[in-house]
């Protein structure tokens, strides 16, 4: 069993595993765990693109390059959930930051941080890719994938949020470019909100965690019955192609969340 770090805060208790792709395995508050257990789930970091990217292809200028298929026919949530990071200096019983230098099969260089600030009653994390020195397009996000219920004899958790679109998904799972009113799930589905993310989920009478970014875009997931996953990130499924967001070596790509909770009841 793969062990990791463990950030305390209060009565928080966080553990990352950085040789696991710097996945988060555990997010405990009063000694109760939020998150599916697993090592697939917990939460994981999408880095350096989110999502599916359409038949793992993406062109950075004139140039195409073909990226491992392992959501065939497309690529999804990028390299560094494969990756082990390094750990940064500097951290505390709270804190701690992660690193990574991008390296093949992505085709440019540059280095990933990922930074954890466990609070008594919130965790913020931000995620950030520099380029080494061609400029590339990138994205970044989180993957958690929140219990649907906590295992305390209470209710299925709810979900809140209120996105100013729906981005339309086509049979092939990516969004096909037309922007639709918000629908009701279960999703699969990436929404917009221009004023920031702001997720609400709810477990009556047991907790209520708050998942904000000033990123503009939010993945919701809900099809499956052990787990929901609200995953704030920095462009679009397939935003590589669609969307791309250069990165350079003067103007690295920033993203930041923090998922705040309070007890109920």
């Known amino acids: 069993m793969t062990t990791g770090k463990k950030l305390t805060a209060g009565d928080a208790e966080l553990t990352v595993v950085p040789q696991d792709g710097c996945r988060i395995a555990s997010l405990t508050v009063g000694g109760t765990e939020l998150l599916r257990q697993g090592d697939r789930y917990g939460a994981f970091l999408m880095v350096p693109w989110c999502g ?14 073909q990226l491992p298929v392992d959501a065939a026919p497309h690529a999804i949530h990028g390299t560094g959930r494969h990756t082990a990071w ?17 390296a093949d099969p992505w085709p440019y260089r540059g280095r990933v941080t990922h930074t ?7 965790l913020r994390m931000t995620l950030s890719v520099e380029a080494t020195d061609d400029s590339f397009p990138a994205q970044a996000g989180w993957h958690p994938w929140f219990l649907r219920n906590l295992g305390r004899g209470g209710r299925d ?36 909100m221009p004023d920031g993310v702001d997720v609400s989920l709810t477990w009556p009478e047991e907790v209520r965690v708050r998942v904000t970014s000033p990123s503009e875009w ?9 787990a929901v996953c609200v995953e704030p990130q ?8 669609t969307l791309p967001r250069l990165v350079t070596p003067i103007d690295p790509l920033e993203i930041t969340t923090v998922w705040s909770w309070e007890r109920l009841g």
């Open 86 to 102: 390094r750990e940064g200096r500097g951290g505390t019983d709270a804190s701690a930051s992660y690193y990574f230098d991008l």
């Open 116 to 122: 954890l600030e466990l609070g008594e009653n919130e």
């Open 52 to 65: 599916r990217t359409e038949n793992g292809r993406f062109r950075n200028g004139g140039v195409v390059h």
């Open 157 to 192: 958790v709810e979900v809140e949020f209120s996105p100013a679109w729906q981005e339309e998904r086509g049979d092939d799972h990516l969004p096909t470019g037309k922007r639709t009113e918000p629908k009701p799930g279960p999703w699969d589905d990436c929404f917009g």
């Open 218 to 226: 939010v993945v919701v997931y809900d099809e499956q019955p052990e």
């Open 234 to 241: 920095s462009g679009p499924p397939n935003g590589l192609n």
